[in-house]
């Protein structure tokens, strides 16, 4: 993100002005995701998107493929102690802890306030300290109209007692799923954590256990340790690494997912760029979420759609759906 | 907030880890003193979060003064004239002059400083008699206490080792009486000033920050008044709500 590529952060029409530009392109930005479709493969990610308010302070966020809101629980969480947030090389560290107003919260006042600036399905991310937790919030939400897929979080690398654990191994991860896909009708995305050996096996509990579909990657498991205070930087002590700098390790896992299912991927770490996009879904993905790059340009999302045909055109692409998985063949 | 390209007018060192940058572009997101903008350092993911001193419409200019506290300050520090500083401005929710008394004491400390100079002009232009009180360490750390004088308001500066103006910290200098307190500085001089104040006031926090506009839930803190994000609710917080 060097100071040469701000330079589209200056159109402020994003409504029409977005759409006429789109259609100049005549290219085919939409995918389909579990039967529903999406504009574009642009997918802002939890935790880096809020409940999308604050963004849609800044342009019209209808332009968006869909957005992944706030990793929610069944109870609100403060959330860990601060720092929370730490610098790193490409990237950075975050220890938040699941802060969230809890699910009922989310669905008396952010879904209420939502409808007014997104109109389009939104991804439910869940994450949960047990299996009933999980069962019970995604219950909830299954009745929501807006939501339109559930994401299961089941590798927070910042939670005790809960979170990566259950995605840290096939079991587990297949205990979750199979207990959420009990109580909705609506599509499930299981969130896959890189912090294991093999994630394709993860990845095929999941399908196996009735997941409709795989998210990854969440953050990497990281410290940082401040030479002034000799002492780890975050006051977890660990945190989750993402940003530019993960974003090789999630190419490959997507690819290595990508071999071992048949359901499709919902493909992130470190997207910031229509050309990461692009690798992504060539690796295998049929969405594309963008994390940490909203944190440093809240326009991010907007700007990657805002190029993604000029780049299609430049790497001779038509369609997006054509593209999914091309690494793979031939 | 926006995101846009400033052009650095000046990059001037003041004193010690110290430097004043004067920023050319858009003024309109800043909206009260106390707000900051989020500067991007070449080579660092994050951005950095500085308090804006103060801005002028009429010459679209913005003045920065920061401290040089890791990389990402310095390669601040190292940026010259004529070169573009990738900003989002007009963050957090500042200092509410129409909240302040008629006298209020306008309180900073170190790298605190700053803020307070823009809230002091901003006070005057309300009508009201802000009085400052800027400490410092020592007479060498000491910056901009002559910038205050030329406002025409009365300006109490502290030393710690007494090699300038009132022996001690800011608050061996409260006055006797005076009807609000706005304060930013380290957080032990503001709950040391808070416990002092008989007032009211107004509080701006530090914290390190994800986003600096309310979206990574990174710089949380938990006041009586519920859960705020320093960046998005703060910096600046009412004297009443906050928990120590």
Redesign the interface.
């Given at each position: 993100?060097?100071?040469d590529e701000?330079d589209t952060?200056?159109f402020y029409d994003d409504g029409p002005g977005l759409r006429e530009e789109l259609k100049y392109w005549r290219k085919d930005l939409g995918v389909t995701l579990s039967g529903i479709p999406l504009d574009n493969p642009v997918i802002p990610a939890s935790?880096?998107?809020?409940y999308g308010a604050?963004?849609a302070?800044?342009y019209d966020i209808d332009c968006l493929g869909t957005f992944s809101f706030?990793g929610t629980t069944l109870e609100p969480r403060?959330?860990n102690p601060?720092?929370?947030?730490?610098?790193?090389?490409?990237?950075?560290l975050?220890a938040?802890g699941l802060?969230n107003p809890g699910v009922e919260k989310v669905i008396s006042e952010e879904l209420p306030r939502m409808k007014e600036f997104f109109h389009k399905p939104v991804m439910a991310n869940v994450s949960g300290f047990s299996i009933d937790e999980y069962a019970q919030t995604c219950a909830l939400l299954d009745k929501e109209e807006q939501v339109g897929w559930l994401e299961v979080n089941i590798s927070c690398p910042n939670v005790h007692g809960g979170g990566m654990a259950f995605g840290s191994s096939p079991e587990a991860a297949a205990e979750v799923t199979r207990a959420v896909k009990a109580v909705t009708k609506k599509p499930v995305f299981m969130k896959l954590s890189p912090n294991v050996t093999d994630i394709a096996a993860i990845a095929r509990a999941c399908e196996d256990a009735g997941a409709d579909g795989v998210s990854l990657i969440n953050t990497l498991l990281a410290m940082r340790i401040g030479l002034k205070t000799k002492k780890p930087v975050l006051a977890n002590g660990t945190g989750g690494l993402s940003?530019?700098a993960v974003f090789p390790v999630a190419v490959r896992m997507v690819y290595q997912v990508y071999e071992a299912v048949g359901i499709p991927i919902i493909g992130m770490g470190g997207v910031s760029s229509p050309e990461d996009v692009i690798e992504m879904m060539l690796a295998g993905a049929t969405a594309v979420e963008v994390g940490?790059a909203?944190?440093?340009?809240?326009?991010v999302c907007r700007n990657i759609i805002r190029k993604l045909p000029e780049v299609m055109e430049q790497y001779g692409i038509d369609s997006l759906t054509d593209i999914i998985g091309g690494a793979h063949h031939g | 907030?926006i995101?846009?390209?400033y052009h650095i007018h000046s990059n001037k060192w003041l004193t010690g880890d110290i430097w004043e940058m004067r920023l050319i572009g858009d003024v309109y997101p800043i909206t009260a003193p106390g707000q900051f903008i989020n500067v991007?350092a070449?080579g660092?993911?994050?951005?950095r979060p500085i308090s804006v001193c103060d801005w002028d419409e009429e010459t679209a200019m913005i003045t920065i003064v920061y401290k040089v506290v890791g990389k990402?300050t310095e390669a601040l520090s190292r940026m010259q004239s004529g070169q573009?500083l990738?900003v989002?401005c007009g963050l957090g929710n500042g200092f509410d002059v129409s909240k302040c008394g008629k006298k209020t004491l306008v309180i900073g400390g170190g790298a605190g400083v700053p803020p307070m100079y823009g809230l002091a002009k901003e006070l005057l232009r309300a009508g009201k008699t802000p009085v400052a009180i800027l400490g410092f360490n020592t007479i060498e750390e000491m910056f901009y206490a002559d910038d205050f004088q030329a406002l025409g308001i009365e300006t109490i500066v502290t030393t710690v080792d007494d090699s300038f103006g009132v022996k001690g910290f800011v608050t061996d200098a409260l006055p006797e009486e005076y009807d609000y307190f706005c304060a930013c500085g380290p957080l032990p001089m503001l709950k040391a000033v808070s416990d002092a104040a008989s007032t009211s006031g107004l509080l701006s926090f530090e914290?390190?920050?994800?986003?600096g506009?309310?979206?990574?839930?990174?710089?949380?803190?938990?006041t009586k008044y519920g859960?705020k994000r320093i960046c998005?609710d703060g910096p600046v917080l009412e004297k009443e709500e906050i928990i120590w």
């Open positions: 993100m060097v100071i701000v952060c200056f935790g880096t998107f809020g604050e963004f302070e800044l706030k403060f959330g601060t720092p929370r947030i730490a610098e790193a090389p490409q990237g950075m975050n938040v802060q940003g530019p940490a909203n944190l440093v340009d809240p326009f | 907030m995101r846009d390209l991007k070449d660092h993911f994050l951005r990402g573009a990738d989002l914290e390190r920050m994800g986003c506009f309310g979206a990574c839930m990174g710089c949380t803190c938990k859960d998005k």
